[in-house]
């Protein structure tokens, strides 16, 4: 029977290269590869005398550069896939999928969020970016924190949706007893379509219906790695003691959805306080943890005014 998630990929692609992007795989290092959808007119054609399945070659962009960092639960053109379209105009999109989403691999050990941020970093790096902006979502957050904290010369300012500096046990345990999970994987991991069900249920404002087919095309598809994957939750969370708050030189603009159930509105502002002067919060309605996803029109909106003033503001120093 035919799986109607993978089925839809083809289409999904397409869309994504008639907004401007097309897949391009990196190799960070030998064992370590990762995939980045580029704007296409960074694409350098092949020469006579070259095969077209060569790697092509890429020139650096001529827009401001924007990098969309995806979640746990998809790769990034699936959680991006609204964000693409409205941004191409007038930025130079980069879709990276991190660390065992998409096609990027490694057969590095390494599964902290330091790591994660560190080969994006290299990847951005070997295919010309010298200076970008950062929109992450939840897990990615977490990852476009440390690449800002780690890397400043890079990561001119960033957007975060329904994310935290960093998963400490504290928080960890609360969030999952409040929501009724009993681990990070039953949650983020779910390997049945009810599992699948209670992860959406708690990531949307409106509660979405879709036949069990789909739910279980959608677990085939998406939820690979699982065995990496879990090690990469396990790596997220670290000791009430070890978390220190960087002093973060880049604008930071929280752009979160105010019925967030898994971080919520209180976590946000919290974070707004300790990271001081240099961070703005806006608030959706009627959206949860998935906010770009339920309310897109609303978030690309938001998203684009805070990028046409960073770079107003930029302009005029």
Known sequence: MVNLVAAQ?????????????????????????????VPKETVKKPQKGEKKNDTPTLTKPNK?????????????????????????????????????????????????????AETLVKGLRKIGI????????????MVAFKMAELYPDLVQAM???????????????ATLSELGFKSSSELLL????????????????????????????????????????????????????DPTIPKFVQ???????????????????????KLGETVTFQGIQKAGHLVQLERPCVYNTCLKQFLTSLLENEEQK
């Open 64 to 116: 401001p550069v924007v990098v969309l960092v995806h979640g746990f639960a998809a790769e990034g053109i699936v959680t991006w896939q609204f964000q693409v379209g409205a941004l191409t105009k007038k930025y130079s999109v980069y879709i990276p999928d991190l660390l065992f989403f998409g096609g990027s691999i490694t057969d590095k050990t390494d599964r902290s969020p330091t790591f994660q």
């Open 190 to 241: 779910p390997n049945s379509v009810n599992g699948l069900k209670a992860l959406l249920s708690v990531a949307t404002h409106k509660k979405l219906w879709f036949p069990n087919r789909l739910h279980k095309d959608y677990l085939e598809v998406m939820f690979t790695n699982r065995k990496e994957r879990a090690e990469l939750l396990e790596g997220l969370v670290i000791n009430n003691k």
């Open 251 to 273: 604008k930071i603009h929280l752009l979160w959805g105010e019925s967030d159930q898994i971080f919520k509105l209180e976590l946000a502002q919290n974070m707004k306080e």
């Open 130 to 141: 010298e200076r970008c902006i950062l929109v992450g979502f939840s897990y990615g957050g």
């Open 159 to 173: 957007v975060i949706s329904g994310s935290i500096l960093a998963m400490t046990d504290s928080i960890s345990e």
């Open 9 to 37: 990929k083809p289409l999904l692609h397409g869309l994504m290269k008639m907004a401007g992007v097309q897949p391009h795989m990196v190799e960070i290092e030998p064992g370590t590869v990762m995939n980045f959808w």
